[in-house]
């Protein structure tokens, strides 16, 4: 039972600093906002197909990565959307136009971008690059292509996915420094971002831990 009690407790909702907390909720309300309200002035619509949604993928991916691997991640996350648009298209205009083929082709656009993740991790993540890989999929999907689109259409579909990820790596790492330098001002030198709401139980833990050894 004390389990039990013990799981409630760290189910319940958690607010180490409601100065931060607003600061996540406002800032994160007010960026999709302003994405969606400009997404055709940012040219993250093309030819109909907005692309917006893209900001969100990487800005999730890359916030809770510390300052270098969400760097890597974001590049990754491009490298793979490129890699899979580029595949798609070339697949289309280049094999049989049947399931099995394109699928043919998808994937061995997929082997390369693992081959070279792998062969070069300091560049971009294995991680970033297999969601990146599924955002162009389903940005090309949507667009679409067709065997008769030009080549222009795609290096088009690039850029705006392109601008997408850079505009959500840069705003998840913008949302930390303020995190951070929130934390720094509230809680002390040593608040950082790993103190405020997703790291809520730890905080509370060592709380506990230094209580009981006070005893």
Do not use: K
């Not at 030819?47 to 760097?71: D, K, Q």
């Not at 690059?129 to 690039?158: C, E, H, K």
């Amino acid at each position: 039972m004390s389990r039990v009690f013990d799981l409630a407790r760290r189910m319940r909702p958690h607010v180490v600093d409601p100065w931060a907390f607003a600061l996540i909720v406002v800032a994160f309300g007010l960026g999709v906002f302003l994405v969606s309200w400009t997404s055709v002035s940012l040219r993250l619509d093309v030819e109909g197909t907005n692309v917006a949604w893209i900001v969100l993928v990487a800005f999730g991916m890359t916030y809770h990565g510390e300052w270098g691997s969400a760097w890597r991640t974001g590049a990754g996350i491009v490298a793979g959307a490129v890699a899979s648009i580029a595949g798609l298209y070339g697949s289309m205009h280049l094999l049989p136009v049947n399931a099995m083929w394109m699928s043919a082709g998808i994937a061995a656009a997929a082997a390369v971008v693992a081959l070279i993740a792998h062969m070069v991790p300091r560049l971009f993540t294995f991680a970033g690059a297999a969601v990146g890989f599924g955002v162009g999929i389903a940005a090309a999907r949507s667009f679409p292509f067709r065997p008769t689109t030009p080549p222009d259409d795609m290096f088009t579909l690039m850029l705006a996915a392109g601008v997408a990820i850079v505009m959500g790596t840069f705003g998840s790492m913008a949302m930390r420094a303020a995190i951070v330098w929130v934390g720094s001002h509230r809680l002390g030198e040593g608040g950082s971002v790993h103190s405020f709401p997703d790291r809520a139980d730890g905080v509370e833990e060592r709380s506990a831990s230094r209580a009981r050894a006070a005893r």
